[in-house]
């Protein structure tokens, strides 16, 4: 019986899903970097906690304790998980000047999740995404999951290059080759180049999904915080029945909420809604969300918010420009979180960044960005959580540590003073 | 040019997985159920909400939003992120005289998302995924999504009748046919069927697990709700390798908040994390519940919520015994929230439901429980949410119908009084 008692040879084997994610581990710097308190790190797009509002927020969670409140503890939760769907829909149609309707509305649990349902439900294994390049390493890891197959193509000062998608979508249609299934893109604002996609290319990338039959992903997470406070028309405009486009309160309200949300035609929210699984995002939550944005001036709040990061982005590109050495080029955002550096091409970024360690300051290496070799020279740098004189020092340190790595003989032996 | 304007031909077509989901619509009747203020709906398992506790609830909320508390509102979160974990993994060392460590809790949202990254994490198209039979349709649902290949094995009296697992896998084995990769089980008060899983069949499931490799999804969503207050040792105590022990909040404190949590092995643990991919679990609302259990005497609310919920059940069985027609079986739970009850074999569940309705009454039927054809005879009754008085009443208005439903004859033609 010896053999009847003996375990079968077996391993711990994971899905084959979890071989196909983006290897950010490698470039996020920010696990040794935020050991040390007296870092100064570009690497996140953390909004700045001190423009959270918290006795509003108090007061929104009292009442979603009190009275009919109190249903958003149940199953299915109260009001509120109906009226942030309307108070979504009603927004969008004013500044769309159009009409979206509550139930072409879904709460998620931030915007990865609406990301992470929209590959659930369309996506198959062998299907192929893709994205700008670079693009959000986030939105890359959670569509890996699904679909294998990515591509991504570049961009320049007016965004995704979208005459190579055109040509790439023509070649495959005329050789029988597979057309994509998704295009993922952040058209205002881009994380992490910061671009904004004119209007023209959105426009024609619209009608490339409609006349290829592929959905865009149009994720607008930094859409409210375009500094000079006017937005080009989302690509949903010009093609509603083919585009999924998600938001977010991160950025606009608290990271910490987890709420996001995404509009899209009727027949992909039911589906969206049959393959969410987690018996719904926290229903207190979108109570007490649903309260704060009834009780506050959204608008106002959001002008002082575009005020502020206005100050930070001017305080790094500012800064950037009296400090970095020549060779050294960086996107001017017009709104959202994010900076993008490019370095001289051979630059190694891992230098670099033992550089900056020394400096004390940090950012996210770009090759997480890519869905292929690339970025080996760039870094994201994110100026929404600093005040500016923190900025200005922090690009400093920068500046000393990209000179230590552009020029291997100056390299100091003798630790950096740090803060 | 007519050509290049026209669009390819193509369909929505949405991902191969969200074809093999669970049909609950169909034998779910709480859609028509609920519109009617006056229909006692046993559908769901849903806590009664005025066992709440909400001044502790606001006060724990305001300390999320207080000082350092604030720090939940930004990714990652404050302390709750931590402290959530450490509490859980020390609540069950001391219960189960044990060593669970915090990085081996991954807190979830809901115990829902729990067995959805059981299922993204080991799961592949053609793996094979086993139940009890009848299990939680909502587990049938999610695992669906990843493993397309569904087995139920029996229950008796002393829960899953683990010898015909025993026989299957070695007949397997034996054959070279595949092995299951996951077996999903709810040991205590078993969701439908109110069954608890005998000490020597945990034990033996344990050791199957271990001998053929697969891993056991422990799912004790209600095992804090045992009514004479003794827990039979979990599966994981028997195999802590080859465990996902699930728990969840939304029985003992309040669904609405969507917090469960899975204690597994450390590598397991880091899988989930990496296909995690909605930004962690709200950090507000770990901050609040961290904060919530840090100021309660839990062990005497959960003593509460015992006893409440077993007046419950004892005037829901009481009733069923008092006026039920003969030839009708139904379960005596020994804690959670669930009866099971099996009418005469050829019971059209769908006419017993139309006849439920004329008398205000209603439940979920059986079918979407079983991952085959079974249950047609069979109905769920949720005790957790009326006061026994209400129960009673929705009993005997339930008999009544079955009644009709037994006797074609004698169907009434006028409709019912209602309430």
């Known amino acids: 019986m010896a053999q009847e008692n003996s375990p079968i040879q077996h391993e711990l084997r994971f ?31 953390l909004p ?40 979504i829909a009603a927004d969008r149609s004013r500044r769309w000047n159009t009409t979206v309707e509550p139930d ?25 995404v893709w994205f700008e390049a670079p693009s959000y390493f986030g939105a890359i890891h959670v569509l890996s999951l699904y679909g294998r197959q990515r ?72 859409g409210e915080l375009g500094f ?30 987890r709420v996001g949300a995404v509009i899209a035609p009727k027949t992909i929210i039911r589906g969206m809604q049959r393959v969410k699984s987690e018996g719904g995002t926290s229903p207190f939550v979108q109570e007490t969300l649903a309260n704060l944005l009834e009780s506050i001036d959204f608008q106002a709040h959001l002008a002082h918010l575009r005020q502020t990061y206005r100050d930070r982005r001017d305080a790094m590109t500012e800064t950037l420009a009296k400090v970095m050495p020549s060779g050294c080029e960086w996107t001017t955002p017009l709104g959202g979180f994010f900076v993008w550096v490019t370095l001289p091409e051979h630059t190694d970024i891992h230098r670099v960044w033992e550089h ?25 740098l994110s100026f929404s959580y600093f005040k500016p004189d923190i900025i200005r020092e922090g690009v400093l340190r920068l500046s000393r540590a990209v000179e230590k790595s552009m020029s291997p003989a100056l390299t100091p032996t003798a630790p950096s003073a740090g803060r």
């Open 48 to 87: 700045d906690g001190d423009l959270f509002q918290l006795p509003e927020l108090k007061a929104a969670t009292a009442l979603a304790l009190s009275g009919d409140g109190a249903r958003s503890l149940q199953y299915g939760g109260g009001s509120g998980t109906s009226r942030l769907p309307a108070y």
């Open 228 to 257: 000079d406070g006017v937005a080009l028309p989302p690509i949903r405009s010009f093609a509603p029945e083919h585009t999924l486009y998600v938001t977010t309160f991160s950025k606009t309200v608290a990271p910490g909420l």
């Open 151 to 222: 591509r991504g193509f570049g961009m320049d000062a007016q965004g995704l290059v979208v005459d190579e998608v055109a040509e790439e979508l023509e070649r495959r249609a005329k050789t029988g080759a597979p057309l994509p299934k998704l295009f993922y893109v952040i058209p205002n604002y881009q994380n992490p180049t910061g671009l904004t996609m004119s209007l023209e290319r959105r426009r024609t990338l619209a009608e490339l999904a409609m006349r290829y039959g592929f959905y865009i992903i149009e994720d607008d997470a930094y």
């Open 15 to 45: 899905a084959e899903r979890t071989q196909f994610q983006a290897g950010i581990a490698a470039f996020d710097f920010s696990g040794r970097a935020l050991k040390h308190s007296d870092v100064i790190a570009f690497n996140y797009g």
């Open 356 to 380: 900056a360690l020394e400096e004390r300051v940090s950012f996210v290496g770009g090759p997480p960005f890519y869905v292929d070799e690339a970025g080996k020279n760039q870094m994201r």
């Open 104 to 128: 072409e509305v879904l709460i998620t649990s931030g915007s990865s999740q609406a990301i992470d349902l929209a590959g659930r439900l369309f996506l198959d294994p062998t299907d192929e």
